[in-house]
């Protein structure tokens, strides 16, 4: 059985990250303790060769429309960060844009590093994307993304049933003409979240109306403008719309103001991610509320885990959310 840090850490009482610095000759450790530490590893037959030096967090980017303006994502950065911090490693950041004609060669390169292990930020990643990754020589963990088709370990949101509880909310506050806002660039994150809307529509029995279903850009200008031309073209609303995450009702929001609605007293809207600015928008934003920077912090653990575990099964760890009342929904 492969000997791992946090074994060497029972065995001499130090903490894992005490133990990886002395074992990768990081200053902080002091001279006896890293003498004692390796000692032991040595003993317990640790292999030097096997070690995972670091950490790589490998932000995928399709084309931007959500990573780019999304506050989402710097704080699962920070989670990472600090809890590979916490466990001895150092995170190095590498951006891949697919559209970049060196994308290949660089995917081999971080798929060939077998001194790093990954996180894989999959927000943008679509289905085509996924296979090159299922040939990697390290070890990945997927974070806010995941596969139909291949099996990685994976941490992601629980957006269907998040989804499904704020649209059951509205329902319970009297809605019953409930719309739904659409980003036009469809990530699984928003196909699993109509999937949640539908969900809850259909058990109580409440018609799906196509004119209540507008689809808007991913970015708040964009959202703005698909919402403004949308407005334009339908006769009549619905009381409330669940929109695919705060930055899509953010904008939505902005341009059902400029037309004269009035929130909540027109029309009802609940976002999606809890984005800071929603609680200072004007209604500030009811939301669901993501543990973005507990993400980070489970991927690295669980990614560590499968580096010191061989044979270990493949899990897709889907990290509950909060409801966040605020002022943008009324009762009927």
């Not at 950490?55 to 399709?62: A, C």
């Not at 992601?156 to 319970?172: G, M, P, Q, R």
């Amino acid at each position: 059985m492969k000997v791992s840090i946090r074994k060497i850490s029972e065995v001499t009482g130090f903490s894992p990250a005490t133990v990886s610095n002395a074992l990768n000759h990081k200053r902080g450790v002091n001279k006896e303790t890293a003498e004692q530490i390796i000692k032991v590893a040595e003993e317990m037959g640790y292999r030097t060769g096997d070690r995972v030096k670091k950490i790589r967090f490998v932000i995928f980017r399709r084309n931007g429309l959500i990573i780019d303006d999304s506050t989402f994502h710097p704080t699962v950065i920070e989670g990472v960060e600090h809890q590979a911090k916490q466990m001895g490693y150092e995170t190095v950041f590498c951006h891949m844009d697919v559209t970049d004609p060196a994308y290949e060669n660089r995917l081999q390169e971080i798929l060939s590093d077998t001194e790093s292990a990954v996180v894989l930020l999959g927000t943008e990643m679509t289905e085509e994307d996924f296979e090159p990754y299922t040939h990697a020589q390290n070890k990945i963990i997927l974070l806010d993304g995941w596969s139909d088709r291949y099996f990685f370990d994976s941490v992601l949101i629980s957006n269907t049933d998040s989804a499904a509880k704020a649209v059951e909310y509205l329902v319970e506050r009297g809605h019953r003409k409930i719309g739904y806002i659409r980003g036009d660039f469809r990530i699984q994150a928003f196909k699993y979240r109509e999937i949640g809307y539908k969900r809850v529509m259909e058990e109580h029995g409440l018609d799906i109306i196509e004119e209540f279903l507008p689809t808007v850009g991913t970015r708040i200008e964009t959202a703005y403008e698909g919402m403004k031309q949308y407005l334009k073209e339908v006769e009549k609303l619905p009381t409330a719309f669940f929109a695919d995450n705060d930055v899509i009702a953010i904008g939505a929001m902005q341009a059902l103001r400029e037309s004269g609605y009035d929130i909540p007293g027109d029309v009802s809207i609940i976002g999606f991610d809890n984005i800071s600015y929603g609680a200072i928008s004007n209604p500030p934003l009811t939301t669901i509320h993501v543990y973005k920077h507990e993400m980070g912090e489970t991927a690295v653990r669980e990614l560590l885990y499968a580096v010191e575990h061989v044979n270990k099964i493949k899990k897709k760890i889907q990290v509950c959310t909060d409801f966040v009342e605020r002022g943008s929904v009324r009762r009927i």
